[in-house]
């Protein structure tokens, strides 16, 4: 198993550009969930999915969206990128939100 | 806000000394999980402990939890150079599918 998977390690994008993130899983886990690192603020939530075609927001979900049309893949969408998205993202996966989470090595995100 | 703050935000110890890292928490949980982070890695789960256990164990890893303090304590005994990383505490809010960390412990393990 590969585990999860994120795509790409690293990016640069200019203010306004739009953008995806990859995410998938082969371990078939239903819920999955997209997290930004900063310094001094630990991980924040940003979108969860409990499963295929059902999504919900969660800490800090503005400038993103999500979609989940398969159980294995769970995009992340900046519509219009702003410095303020400049993090580290990770994606990470299990079988229900309250097991154990399998975290993929992260997007370094950085926006001029 | 988090649901999760970790105290103290960062510890420095010797090799062969205890760590203990603090987290507190706001709401009603399911469980709590600890994760360790090395620099630049993505987060690796460490052990989870349920709403209706006091505490745990595993390999050099002891983990508390006082739900009536809404608090919990990862203890590492016998640390070793390779410790040196970043901890977090994760719940699981009752209120939804929503698994909440804190701002994490740096520790520096020296040798």
């Known amino acids: 198993n590969a585990g999860v998977t994120q795509t790409p390690k690293f990016q640069v994008l200019k203010t306004g550009q739009s953008m995806t993130l990859q995410c998938a899983q082969d371990?078939?886990?239903?819920?999955m969930s997209w997290y930004r690192q900063d310094p001094g603020m630990g991980l924040r939530l940003i979108h969860y999915?409990?499963?295929?075609?059902?999504?919900d927001q969660g800490e800090v979900p503005n400038g993103y969206n999500v979609s989940r049309s398969t159980t294995e893949d769970f995009p992340l969408r900046l519509l219009s990128a702003a410095p303020s998205q400049t993090s580290v993202y990770f994606c990470?996966?299990?079988?229900?939100?309250?097991?154990?989470?399998?975290f993929g090595p992260g997007t370094r995100l950085t926006v001029l | 806000s988090q649901q999760g703050e970790e105290d103290p935000q960062a510890l420095s110890i010797q090799e062969g000394e205890n760590a203990t890292m603090n987290c507190s928490y706001k709401?009603?949980?399911?469980?709590l999980q600890w994760y360790r982070q090395n620099s630049g890695r993505g987060l690796v789960h460490l052990i989870l402990?349920?709403?209706?256990?006091r505490e745990k164990h595993s390999g050099r890893l002891r983990v508390t939890l006082d739900t009536s303090k809404k608090s919990s304590s990862l203890l590492i005994t016998a640390s070793r150079a390779a410790d040196t990383a970043s901890y977090f505490c994760?719940?699981?809010?009752?209120?939804?599918?929503?698994?909440?960390f804190g701002q994490g412990t740096e520790l520096s393990v020296k040798p």
């Open positions: 994760a719940t699981l809010w009752n209120q939804g599918g929503k698994l909440i």
């Open positions: 999915s409990v499963g295929a075609g059902i999504t």
């Open positions: 990470a996966s299990s079988t229900l939100a309250t097991d154990t989470q399998y």
């Open positions: 371990m078939n886990h239903e819920y």
């Open positions: 402990i349920r709403s209706n256990e």
């Open positions: 709401t009603s949980i399911n469980n």
